[in-house]
């Protein structure tokens, strides 16, 4: 853990989407305190051009553009913390037992996750979806439960790795259960990688909702960012900001999410960590440090 | 070779088995009736009657499974009302735009992507390579269907310079234009290969980067080889091995981009024909199409592992 943080401070990039992110929290939070009521009222004139009344127009509908996008972000992050929160637990779960105990148990869920890792996703939440209806949670957990498997060979593999070093073994001697041993011992000492690629997966999730909801699958009672574009579209030539504000806020949280994801994948990859510039003064006096 | 093979087929085996069983078992929970999510909203009561009986829906559960798939195993995925034609002519019927769509996508796409990455990985740190990772990872940040809304746009609303939507004009009776075909299939295209394009050039800086600290490539340096000879000859050969299993890997990914890409620019392949099936609540076109993508993504996986043995030398499959 101490290592991601110390990792992320290094890439100047990591810390960008890290504070961009945070910023988009914040705009999530204080949704009600900078857009105050309902966004769905339809109280303006429709295809109002963005303004001074209008920060970012209106919709066909009448509707304000800028409520609807900053209650939208609210969604976006619901499913980002949402749907890999899910994949974590799953992963880590499966991925724990399949590393710690092998054997049966362990050519069971791989080949599972095998499966899942190779079936076209976005088709499979597509049909779920159109049979069992867009509730927002629902959503939510079909999606986590697709993204597990990949977190799940991470952390299989982490505690694989884990599972003969000298402090589990001690535990283990110590006469620890397996379940203290697997979430006392191994976990906090393999959650960095799987950690790492959760951020790259809540960029999936986001991206998920945004197309299902562009598809006409998001759930119709809450904003989101890609109900506005599914609406925009229509409207392309005659109200383009329809189709502009909600496309640039969803690649911005993207960016930012796979800025802090490919940051911390990278710290973790010795072979990819970039060659620090040693100042030559410095490199005349001590030799490197050597970090354990 | 003819062993491994024969391995990987039994392996993928129980993967298209576990699909179908997987759709069956959607049909029964799906909320309402399993007559209705076999028949679509669009079918006539009677149908619904005649489907009960042919798929036995009132008998027990495990006849049902044991009718379900004698009906694939014949190639019978259902009707499709919307369409009036059995949903395997419909699927059948979309599958070479989207293979157009696809294939022509990544044949830019994948060698674009490797001199991109290869590039950025032989300057590495320089201005060159920043400003390619950058832009690829911008790039990969952006939804597909948003970019294919950019492109409408611009290029269809604004310039007006390539037709947004359809695949040829009206063309009564006349036999198909290749150059029409060609130019409506520009911008999805465009769309589709820059959407894949950050994956390639990423994996290949990754994978030269990893391969040129390799012990070879020192002993090729100190034979004393130019060192764009090492570049090309060691360094991005053995590179080019993980861009095969990505490109196996993103197989699914490029189906679901595939099909938002189609969506937007109304390209008449499988994609829009699930995006209409879904608005029409036309469940076994949804599903049939479910199944034969996630056929074509297993079997185009099996494809690039084989290709992948033919690449590397020093793979051997016992």
Same mark, same amino acid.
């Not at chain 1, 100047?12 to 204080?30: K, P």
């Not at chain 1, 295809?47 to 509908?61: A, M, Q, Y």
């Given at each position: 853990?101490?290592?991601?943080?110390?990792?992320?401070?290094?890439?100047?990039?990591?810390?960008?989407?890290?504070?961009?992110?945070?910023? &988009?929290?914040?705009?999530?939070?204080?949704?009600?305190?900078?857009?105050?009521?309902?966004?769905?009222?339809?109280?303006?004139?429709?295809?109002?051009?963005?303004?001074?009344?209008?920060?970012?127009?209106?919709?066909?509908?009448?509707?304000?553009?800028?409520?609807?996008?900053?209650?939208?972000?609210?969604?976006?992050?619901?499913?980002?913390?949402?749907?890999?929160?899910?994949?974590?637990?799953?992963?880590?779960?499966?991925?724990? &037992?399949?590393?710690?105990?092998?054997?049966?148990?362990?050519?069971?869920?791989?080949?599972?996750?095998?499966?899942?890792?190779?079936?076209?996703?976005?088709?499979? &939440?597509?049909?779920?979806?159109?049979?069992?209806?867009?509730?927002?949670?629902?959503?939510?957990?079909?999606?986590?439960?697709?993204?597990?498997?990949?977190?799940?060979?991470?952390?299989?593999?982490?505690?694989?790795?884990?599972?003969?070093?000298?402090?589990?073994?001690?535990?283990?001697?110590?006469?620890?259960?397996?379940?203290?041993?697997?979430?006392?011992?191994?976990?906090?000492?393999?959650?960095?990688?799987?950690?790492?690629?959760?951020?790259?997966?809540?960029?999936?999730?986001?991206?998920?909702?945004?197309?299902?909801?562009?598809?006409?699958?998001?759930?119709?009672?809450?904003?989101?960012?890609?109900?506005?574009?599914?609406?925009?579209?229509?409207?392309?030539?005659?109200?383009?900001?329809?189709?502009?504000?909600?496309?640039?806020?969803?690649?911005?949280?993207?960016?930012?999410?796979?800025?802090?994801?490919?940051?911390?994948?990278?710290?973790?990859?010795?072979?990819?960590?970039?060659?620090?510039?040693?100042?030559?003064?410095?490199?005349?006096?001590?030799?490197?440090?050597?970090?354990? | 070779?003819?062993?491994?093979?024969?391995?990987?087929?039994?392996?993928?085996?129980?993967?298209?088995?576990?699909?179908?069983?997987?759709?069956?078992?959607?049909?029964?929970?799906?909320?309402?009736?399993?007559?209705?999510?076999?028949?679509?909203?669009?079918?006539?009561?009677?149908?619904?009657?005649?489907?009960?009986?042919?798929?036995?829906?009132?008998?027990?559960?495990?006849?049902?499974?044991?009718?379900?798939?004698?009906?694939?195993?014949?190639?019978?995925?259902?009707?499709?009302?919307?369409?009036?034609?059995?949903?395997?002519?419909?699927?059948?019927?979309?599958?070479?735009?989207?293979?157009?769509?696809?294939?022509?996508?990544?044949?830019?796409?994948?060698?674009?992507?490797?001199?991109?990455?290869?590039?950025?990985?032989?300057?590495?740190?320089?201005?060159?390579?920043?400003?390619?990772?950058?832009?690829?990872?911008?790039?990969?940040?952006? +939804?597909?269907?948003?970019?294919?809304?950019?492109?409408?746009?611009?290029?269809?609303?604004?310039?007006?310079?390539?037709?947004?939507?359809?695949?040829?004009?009206?063309?009564?009776?006349?036999?198909?234009?290749?150059?029409?075909?060609?130019?409506?299939?520009?911008?999805?295209?465009?769309?589709?290969?820059?959407?894949?394009?950050?994956?390639?050039?990423?994996?290949?800086?990754?994978?030269?980067?990893?391969?040129?600290?390799?012990?070879?490539?020192?002993?090729?340096?100190?034979?004393?080889?130019?060192?764009?000879?090492?570049?090309?000859?060691?360094?991005?050969?053995?590179?080019?091995?993980?861009?095969?299993?990505?490109?196996?890997?993103?197989?699914?990914?490029?189906?679901?981009?595939?099909?938002?890409?189609?969506?937007?620019?109304?390209? +008449?392949?499988?994609?829009?024909?699930?995006?209409?099936?879904?608005?029409?609540?036309?469940?076994?076109?949804?599903?049939?199409?479910?199944?034969?993508?996630?056929?074509?993504?297993?079997?185009?996986?099996?494809?690039?592992?084989?290709?992948?043995?033919?690449?590397?030398?020093?793979?051997?499959?016992?």
């Amino acid at each position: 853990m101490n290592d991601l943080v110390r990792a992320l401070r290094q890439n100047r990039l990591g810390v960008a989407g890290l504070l961009l992110v945070a910023t &988009i929290f914040l705009v999530a939070l204080s949704a009600p305190l900078i857009a105050p009521g309902d966004p769905f009222r339809m109280d303006w004139t429709p295809f109002l051009p963005p303004g001074s009344d209008h920060l970012l127009g209106t919709d066909n509908i009448g509707r304000d553009v800028y409520a609807l996008m900053v209650h939208g972000t609210k969604v976006s992050l619901l499913f980002a913390f949402g749907a890999a929160g899910v994949s974590l637990l799953m992963g880590m779960l499966l991925g724990g &037992i399949a590393g710690y105990y092998g054997g049966l148990i362990d050519d069971l869920i791989s080949r599972l996750s095998d499966a899942f890792l190779i079936i076209p996703r976005l088709f499979l &939440i597509i049909v779920i979806v159109a049979l069992f209806g867009s509730q927002l949670w629902m959503v939510v957990l079909v999606i986590g439960v697709t993204l597990w498997p990949a977190n799940a060979r991470i952390m299989r593999a982490q505690v694989m790795s884990l599972r003969e070093r000298g402090f589990v073994q001690a535990a283990r001697v110590a006469g620890g259960s397996d379940a203290a041993i697997i979430f006392g011992q191994i976990t906090p000492n393999s959650l960095g990688p799987v950690l790492a690629n959760s951020v790259l997966q809540m960029a999936y999730a986001v991206l998920t909702e945004a197309s299902l909801a562009f598809l006409g699958l998001g759930d119709p009672n809450v904003p989101s960012w890609g109900q506005i574009l599914y609406s925009g579209q229509n409207y392309l030539s005659s109200a383009p900001w329809l189709m502009i504000f909600p496309g640039l806020a969803l690649a911005v949280l993207l960016l930012s999410l796979h800025l802090v994801g490919t940051a911390l994948v990278e710290s973790l990859n010795p072979k990819l960590r970039p060659v620090r510039r040693v100042p030559l003064s410095a490199r005349a006096g001590a030799a490197p440090r050597m970090e354990v | 070779m003819p062993r491994y093979l024969f391995r990987r087929i039994a392996q993928i085996l129980p993967v298209i088995l576990a699909l179908v069983m997987f759709n069956f078992v959607l049909v029964h929970v799906a909320p309402g009736d399993p007559a209705t999510a076999l028949a679509g909203d669009s079918a006539p009561l009677e149908y619904i009657e005649e489907l009960r009986a042919s798929y036995g829906l009132n008998e027990p559960l495990h006849v049902q499974l044991g009718i379900y798939l004698q009906k694939l195993v014949q190639g019978n995925l259902g009707y499709s009302f919307a369409y009036r034609k059995p949903v395997l002519d419909v699927l059948l019927s979309r599958l070479f735009p989207t293979l157009l769509l696809v294939g022509v996508s990544q044949l830019i796409a994948i060698p674009l992507g490797i001199v991109l990455g290869a590039l950025a990985a032989r300057h590495r740190n320089s201005w060159l390579d920043t400003s390619i990772s950058a832009s690829m990872l911008a790039l990969y940040s952006i +939804p597909v269907f948003w970019l294919g809304l950019v492109f409408i746009l611009f290029f269809a609303v604004q310039l007006q310079w390539l037709p947004s939507s359809g695949m040829m004009g009206f063309s009564y009776g006349r036999p198909p234009d290749p150059f029409d075909i060609a130019r409506h299939l520009a911008l999805p295209l465009s769309v589709l290969a820059l959407h894949t394009l950050p994956i390639y050039a990423r994996i290949t800086r990754e994978s030269v980067i990893e391969a040129a600290q390799d012990d070879s490539i020192t002993t090729a340096r100190a034979i004393g080889y130019p060192e764009a000879v090492v570049f090309r000859r060691f360094a991005l050969r053995n590179a080019l091995l993980p861009v095969t299993t990505v490109a196996g890997l993103s197989l699914s990914s490029l189906f679901a981009g595939a099909l938002l890409v189609e969506t937007v620019f109304a390209w +008449p392949g499988m994609g829009r024909l699930m995006y209409d099936a879904v608005s029409q609540r036309d469940f076994p076109v949804l599903m049939g199409g479910f199944l034969f993508t996630s056929v074509m993504v297993v079997v185009g996986s099996l494809i690039t592992d084989i290709v992948y043995v033919y690449l590397d030398p020093r793979v051997v499959y016992k």
